[in-house]
């Protein structure tokens, strides 16, 4: 049999995608089955958050450890090869990040961050599953809670 070439790290994070991840359809899913409607990657707003439930005017942004930065999480170690073009790359979408959360709440929308971390926690054990979710749900149906909520 013949051994397939190993991938260059340019076509390795080419095939990484950035939509309806594994993480994203995880808590698309759990929500669904809860019986809330949503939509996915809505344009309309700024960010265009992973989900948007207009119902309870809140936008749900599923962040990869790696990708957003996740302070004290072991998933967001910054590459050794080419170090400085990861740190640019990678704190321009913290701000990025910052930027759409800061507009969301001029008008008004509560915005959630759910980090790829908790998810993979979440499949692992029930009852944390439950806990976060209930965490997400009630965000959507308080109205007096804070707009910028992160998990």
Not at 85 to 108: C, I, M
Not at 141 to 147: E, T
Request: charge should be positive; hydrophobic fraction near 30%.
């Amino acid at each position: 049999m013949k051994k397939k070439k190993a991938m260059s790290r340019s076509e390795n994070m080419a095939r990484i995608k950035g939509k309806d991840t594994k993480p994203e359809v995880y808590l698309r899913k759990l929500l669904w089955h809860k019986g809330y409607r949503y939509r996915c990657n809505y344009r309309d707003l700024k960010g265009k958050p992973d989900i948007y439930i207009k119902k309870y005017n809140t936008a749900i942004f599923v962040n990869g450890c790696f990708w957003h930065m996740h302070k004290g999480c072991s998933n967001s170690n910054i590459p050794k090869s080419n170090r400085e073009f990861w740190l640019k790359k990678l704190n321009r979408n913290v701000e990025r990040d910052y930027e759409n959360y800061q507009a969301l709440e001029k008008f008004g929308i509560k915005t959630v961050v759910v980090w790829e971390c908790t998810l993979k926690k979440m499949k692992k054990d029930n009852d944390f599953e439950k806990e976060i979710c209930d965490r997400v749900i009630s965000v959507l149906l308080d109205n007096n809670s804070k707009l910028f909520v992160e998990i």
